[in-house]
C-alpha cells in the first residue's frame, strides 16, 4: 500500500509540473502557409541540357572549380551530364542526387538545407532529399522543366556554378 501512495504521489507531481511547464511554453503562432510549388512544364530537352552544361562549365572553368554537372528532367531522370577533370569522384553522385531533390521536391536543395538549420531535422527522413546547396530548379515560361546539380566545391560554389547552367535556359 505504501508503494501504491508514493506512486500515485509521483504521478501527482509529474501532472502538476507538466501542466505548469506546458502553461509558461508559449504557443507559436501558426506558420503561413508556403506558397504553392509551380506546376511541371514540358522536361527540359537534349539541346537545352547540353547548353546548360556549357554555361556551368564556363562558370567553373572560370573558377578553377572542378565539379560534376547533372541535369534532369522533371522527374529526376539524367538528361545530360560531365564531370570535368580532377573532380572528386563521389560529386559524380552527389550532382546528380541534388539535380533529383530540386526536379522532385520543386524547389532549390538549399531550402531543405535551411529547413533542417531552423530546427526541422524531420526533412532528413524525407526520401530522396539531399538537402545540400547545388541543386536548382530549371524554370521555363513559369513552370519546372527540370534541374541542375552541381557538386565538387563548397556547396555555395556549387550553387553559383548550378546558377550559371540555369540562367543559360531560353537563351
Do not use: C
Not at 539541346?47 to 556549357?54: F, G, P, R, S, W
Not at 572542378?66 to 545530360?80: K, Y
Not at 522543366?145 to 547552367?165: E, H, L
Request: without cysteine.
Amino acid at each position: 500500500m505504501g508503494r501504491l501512495l508514493a506512486a500515485l504521489i509521483l504521478l501527482s507531481a509529474v501532472t502538476v509540473i507538466g501542466a505548469a511547464e506546458a502553461q509558461q511554453t508559449q504557443t507559436p503562432a501558426p506558420a503561413q502557409a508556403p506558397a504553392r510549388a509551380p506546376d511541371y512544364g514540358t522536361a527540359v530537352n537534349l539541346e537545352q541540357a547540353k547548353k546548360i552544361l556549357v554555361a556551368a562549365e564556363a562558370e567553373a572553368r572560370k573558377n578553377n572549380w572542378p565539379v560534376a554537372i547533372a541535369v534532369v528532367d522533371t522527374h529526376g531522370f539524367l538528361i545530360a551530364f560531365q564531370r570535368m577533370d580532377n573532380t572528386q569522384t563521389a560529386s559524380v553522385n552527389i550532382a546528380l542526387e541534388k539535380a533529383k531533390t530540386a526536379a522532385m521536391f520543386k524547389r532549390p536543395s538549399k531550402a531543405l538545407e535551411d529547413a533542417i538549420s531552423g530546427g526541422r531535422v524531420a526533412v532528413l527522413g524525407l526520401p530522396g532529399a539531399t538537402p545540400i546547396d547545388g541543386g536548382l530548379p530549371l524554370m521555363q515560361d513559369g513552370k519546372i522543366i527540370g534541374a541542375v546539380g552541381v557538386s565538387g566545391v563548397t556547396s555555395a560554389q556549387d550553387a553559383q556554378v548550378a546558377k550559371a547552367g540555369v540562367e543559360s535556359v531560353g537563351k
